[in-house]
C-alpha cells in the first residue's frame, strides 16, 4: 500500500475531531454532544452497547449522513462532508458493519465501484484485476477477482468490504466491526494488516463487540453510552472490567444454564444426517451426524469457519436439502417440509446474516416482526391489525428492541437491534425449537445478555434451543451441552462444567489462537 499521510504528522497527534456533536432522529437523540479524537499511527477503539450512537458517529466523521449540531475538525480546520465521496477525497473511508456490497457484480467490480481505473480504452480492467489479486494475497483470501460477490460465505464478503476500504489508500480508516464473520484465522490476518497500517501512520478508529479482541490492538478507548461519551483512557489503564464496567455497569454477567426445572422428551432428533457442500458436491459440510435437543435444553454447537455449523441449522430449517439421513421434531419426520411447514410445526431459524436473510428492508420494524406469525392474525384473507399490533407491541418488548415503534423504518435500527428484530419475530411464532445461528453477531455485551436471558426463560417453559457461535466464552454461558463440530462431524461433547481449553483442544484450535 502507498502511504498516504504527510511526514510533518508524528504518531499520536490528533488528525480528526468530533466537537459537541449531536444527531437527532425526530425524538431519538441519538448523540447527546459527543467528543471525539482519532490519531495519525494509532488505533482509538470505541466501545458502547447497540443503540449508543457509535454507527452514528462514524457515519457522520465519514459524510454518510451529517450531525444536526456540533462540528468536525480535520487536523484543527472546520469541514463538512456533504457525501463519502466528499469525505473519501479528504482521506477518510469507512468499513460498515452491514456489507454494502452489489452481490451480483465480481469481486474487482465491487472493489473499484465508482472508483473506477482509466486506461487507453476506457476501464483499465486488467489493473484494477491486478490490484485486487495483489489486496487477496496482503489479506491472505485467494479470491478469484473475477468471482461474483454473492458465491461467496458471508466472512469471505467481508474481507472484499475491507479490500474495498484499503484500496482507497486513505490516511483515516473507520473499521465498524470489521470481524463480525471472520474466522479466527481471517482476524489474526486482519491484525497485521492494522500493525502495518499504523506503521505507515494511518489513524484507525475501531469498533467491536468483541472487548478482548479489542483490547488486543487499541491503543485508546472510549466508551459512548445513550448517546453521551462515558468514559475515555489509554490503553494502560483499561482492562476488560473498565470497558464492561463503563458500558453497561457493576455486576453483569452472560448468565449460567437454567435449572430447577425438568426437562422433557426430545423435541428434535437428528439422525445420520448428511449435507453436500454447496460449492464442492463430492464433500460431506455434514458428515453422518447425530444429534438430539429435549425440550427445556440449551445445546451450543462451536467450531471453527467450515466445521458445518451454518449448513446444519440451514438444512435443518429447510433451506437446504439432506443428501440422507432424517430430521425429526417431536418423533415426526420432517426432512420433506418447506420452511414455511416447518415453522407452522414449530420449528424455527434465526439466521447469520440478518441483512440477507432475515430481514425486509422495505417494510417498517413492526411489519418484519409480524411476518413469520402472520397466520395467527389472518383469516380468510382478512389481516386483524389489532392482533398483529398485539403481536408486535409484544415482541418489542420481550426483546427490548430500542425503536421510535412499529412504524420506524428497519434501517432505522442499531445492528444489534436489527438483529433483535429477527429473534422478536421467530419468538413469534410461539415455536417448540428455536436454532440461532450466531445470534451474537454484531450484537454488543449487554444485548447478548438479554438475548441469552430470553432463551434462558424460554428453556425454563420447554423450549429447546440449540445456537451456535465462534465465540468459547457464548459457550460457557447459559447452554446445558456444548458440541464441538469438526469437518462436519461432531468431534466431542461436553456438560455446563467444560472449560475454555477442552473446548478449543476439541474443535482443533489452540488456546492461543
Known amino acids: ?59 457522520i466523521l465519514s459524510g454518510v449522513m451529517q450531525p444536526t449540531a456540533g462540528e468536525i475538525l480535520l487536523n484543527g480546520t472546520p469541514v463538512s462532508f456533504a457525501s463519502t465521496s466528499e469525505a473519501q477525497q479528504q482521506g477518510i473511508s469507512i468499513i460498515h458493519q452491514e456489507l454494502s456490497l452489489a452481490p451480483n457484480l465480481s469481486v474487482r467490480d465491487n472493489i473499484f465501484m465508482g472508483r473506477e481505473l482509466a486506461g487507453p ?77 499504523k506503521s505507515r501512520g494511518v489513524a484507525i478508529v475501531y469498533i467491536s463487540h468483541h ?17 453521551a461519551m462515558t468514559a475515555i483512557a489509554e490503553r494502560k489503564d483499561i482492562d476488560l472490567a473498565w470497558i464492561v464496567r463503563h458500558m453497561v455497569g457493576e455486576g453483569f454477567d452472560l448468565g449460567s444454564p437454567p435449572e430447577g426445572y425438568g426437562m422433557g422428551e426430545t423435541a428434535l432428533s437428528l439422525q445420520q444426517l448428511c449435507v453436500a457442500d454447496a460449492t464442492n458436491p463430492e464433500r460431506m ?20 469457519m467450515g466445521a458445518g455449523r451454518t449448513e446444519l441449522l440451514e438444512t435443518v430449517a429447510g433451506r437446504m436439502p439432506t443428501t440422507s439421513g432424517q430430521i425429526l421434531l417431536e418423533g415426526r419426520d420432517i426432512s420433506g417440509l418447506t420452511i414455511a411447514q ?105 444485548a447478548k445478555a438479554e438475548v441469552f436471558k430470553l432463551l434462558a426463560e424460554g428453556a425454563r417453559n420447554g423450549l429447546a434451543v440449540l445456537y451456535t457461535t465462534s465465540e468459547v466464552g457464548e459457550c460457557l454461558s447459559i447452554a446445558h451441552r456444548v458440541i464441538v463440530m469438526s469437518r462436519g462431524r461432531i468431534s466431542a461433547e461436553f456438560d455446563s462444567s467444560v472449560t475454555k481449553e477442552q473446548i478449543m483442544a476439541a474443535s482443533g484450535e489452540s488456546a492461543a489462537a
Not at 475531531?17 to 448523540?31: D, E, I, M, P, Q
Not at 435444553?297 to 471453527?304: D, F, N
Open 211 to 227: 472487548l478482548e479482541e479489542a483490547l488486543q490492538i487499541t491503543d485508546h478507548a472510549v466508551v459512548l453510552r445513550d448517546g
Open 285 to 304: 459440510a455434514v458428515d453422518s451426524l447425530s444429534l438430539e435437543v429435549r425440550a427445556g435444553e440449551i445445546v451450543c454447537i462451536y467450531g471453527l
Open 342 to 446: 416447518r415453522i407452522e410445526q414449530g420449528l424455527v431459524l434465526v439466521p447469520e446474516d440478518r441483512q440477507r436473510d432475515g430481514l425486509v428492508q422495505t417494510m417498517s420494524v413492526g411489519e418484519n416482526l409480524s411476518l413469520a406469525s402472520i397466520s395467527a392474525f389472518t383469516q380468510w384473507m382478512l389481516t386483524s391489525r389489532q392482533r398483529e399490533q398485539q403481536v408486535i407491541d409484544h415482541s418489542i418488548g420481550n426483546v427490548h428492541i430500542k425503536t421510535d415503534g412499529g412504524h420506524a423504518e428497519i434501517g432505522s435500527l442499531s445492528g444489534g437491534n436489527q438483529q433483535k428484530v429477527v429473534i422478536g419475530k421467530m419468538l413469534a411464532t410461539q415455536p417448540r425449537v428455536v436454532m440461532l445461528d450466531e445470534p451474537s453477531r454484531g450484537i454488543d455485551i449487554g
Open 121 to 197: 480504452g476506457g476501464i483499465h480492467y486488467a489493473e484494477e484485476e491486478r490490484q485486487t489479486r495483489a489486496l487477496m494475497e496482503e489479506l491472505d483470501e485467494p479470491i478469484d477477482p473475477l468471482t461474483t460477490v454473492e458465491e461467496l460465505r458471508l466472512g469471505q464478503q467481508q474481507i472484499v468490504e475491507i479490500a474495498r476500504a484499503l484500496s482507497a489508500r486513505s490516511r483515516i480508516l473507520i473499521m465498524d466491526e470489521p470481524t463480525s464473520a471472520l474466522s479466527a484465522s481471517e482476524v489474526e490476518v486482519l491484525f497485521r494488516v492494522i500493525a502495518d497500517l
Open 1 to 59: 500500500m502507498n502511504d498516504n499521510t504527510t511526514s510533518h504528522n508524528a504518531v499520536g497527534d490528533i488528525v480528526l475531531s468530533a466537537r459537541n456533536v449531536a444527531k437527532s432522529f425526530g425524538n431519538v437523540h441519538a448523540l447527546k454532544g459527543v467528543n471525539f479524537d482519532i490519531h495519525y499511527g494509532q488505533v482509538t477503539t470505541l466501545f458502547g452497547e447497540n443503540g449508543a450512537g457509535k454507527s452514528t458517529l462514524m457515519k
